[in-house]
């Protein structure tokens, strides 16, 4: 069964750090693209953060560029985002994507709240 599963959200503080990890299994990620993509209220989902298969590039929102780092490890099929400097304006729920020319998965989201 093909899974993506995130962890890491909560509540921080405004200024404060979080690290989510999205596993995957079912599938080897080795061969996807990976997205972490998050949604606020009555907002559309946007895209956060991307990093290619095999890690030699990486793409970020403006909104977060220099606050937030995409990594992978494709020997534990597990993608993180590292949230540094997070602000009230990141709360949304965070979600893990994985995209190849073949197949796109989901995971199903973990929230994370920014609030003093």
């Known amino acids: 069964q093909v899974q993506l599963v995130e962890s890491g959200g909560g509540l921080v503080q405004p200024g404060g750090s979080l690290r989510l990890s999205c596993a995957a299994s079912g599938f080897s990620i080795s061969t996807y693209a990976m997205t972490w993509y998050r949604q606020a209220p009555e907002k559309e989902r946007e895209s956060v953060a991307t990093i290619t298969s095999t890690g030699g590039s990486t793409n970020y929102a403006d909104s977060v560029k220099g606050r937030f780092t995409i990594s992978r490890d494709n020997a534990k099929n597990t993608v993180y985002l590292q949230m540094n400097g997070l602000k009230p304006e990141d709360t949304a729920v965070y979600y893990c994507?994985?995209?190849?020319?073949?197949?796109?998965?989901w995971g199903q989201g973990t929230q994370v709240t920014v609030s003093a």
């Open positions: 994507n994985a995209k190849n020319y073949f197949n796109h998965y």
